[in-house]
């Protein structure tokens, strides 16, 4: 395979470079067809043959893939200028053919097109955080566990997620909006007595300001409980949250990302 001089060896392995990300999104008939190669034959090692562009097959093979089980590409004829003789992978082969055997410039290119963008990773925890998930059993027996635990009896249970669904326009947000106003500002709701004010944030992505007002008037909340935000963009930072309220959770993307305090946490 073709590589830059000097380039370490990691550059050959590491699977997020652009190199190997192009490599396992192509493949050699994607490249060379459309420039004009022929596949001759594939002989009984599974070696594949194949002829240069406006070379005739019964003259003989330009290149092979496949040797010895490896997937490059070995050129042996000498007529494509831009394509020495040598070995070749993928991304070494899309070099030389579009970008004169520029590495560097063949990695920005590729990197501006949308096949070249990274893929989501999805962290994977390590040892370490993976123990400090596992129950320890002596602290677990030796606390007491309450039965139940509310933040709004029986809507709103706390520590955990809870979906409201009903059909439409049959009182979902108001009862939403008057049940965490309460909450942020210590009065009684639905039937229990009230209890001191939590921290909490409402988003709501269909009301606007005069919307908002308006509800709270009916609902005679005058102070200001309610966090009111178009757009949230790192919820990590809210950790001193009791309870997060999403009123129109299918336009809204959220995640706690690496809080360790999920169990003080509450959604709806």
């Keep these: 395979m073709v590589k830059p001089a000097g380039q370490p060896d990691s550059f050959l392995t590491d699977p997020n470079t652009p190199s190997a990300r192009y490599n396992a999104k192509t493949t050699w008939e994607q490249l060379l067809i459309p420039d004009g190669w022929t596949l001759a034959k594939v002989d009984r090692h599974g070696e ?3 002829v240069r562009p406006g070379k005739d097959p019964k003259d003989g093979t330009s290149a092979t893939i496949g ?12 007529s494509i200028p831009w394509l020495p003789e040598g070995g070749y992978n993928r991304f070494g ?6 970008h004169a055997g520029d590495w560097k410039q063949a990695s920005q290119a590729f990197l501006a097109t949308n096949e070249g963008k990274p893929e989501p990773v999805t962290p994977i925890p390590t040892p370490d955080e993976m123990l400090s998930m596992l129950v320890d059993w002596k602290t677990f027996w030796s606390l007491e566990h309450a039965t139940e635990e509310w933040l709004a009896k029986p809507l709103i ?13 049959t009182g979902k947000s108001w009862l939403t909006l008057n ?8 009065k009684p709701i639905l039937g229990q007595p009230a209890q001191p004010p939590i921290h909490l944030l409402y988003l709501d ?28 963009q790192k919820i990590q930072e809210l950790a001193w949250l009791t309870s997060l309220v999403l009123a129109t959770p299918d336009r809204c993307r959220v995640g706690y990302g690496d809080n360790k305090d999920k169990h003080h946490q509450s959604v709806l």
């Design 48 to 50: 594949q043959h194949w």
């Design 67 to 78: 040797h010895n089980g490896n997937d490059a590409l070995i050129v042996f004829t000498s």
């Design 93 to 98: 082969y899309y070099a030389a053919s579009k």
């Design 157 to 169: 249970a706390k520590g955990r997620q809870t979906a409201l669904f009903a059909g439409a326009k």
């Design 179 to 186: 049940v965490t106003a309460a909450l942020a500002t210590g």
């Design 205 to 232: 992505y269909e009301m606007i300001e005069s919307d908002l007002y308006e509800r709270l008037k009916l609902l005679q909340q005058r102070q200001r409980p309610l966090l009111l935000r178009r757009q949230v």
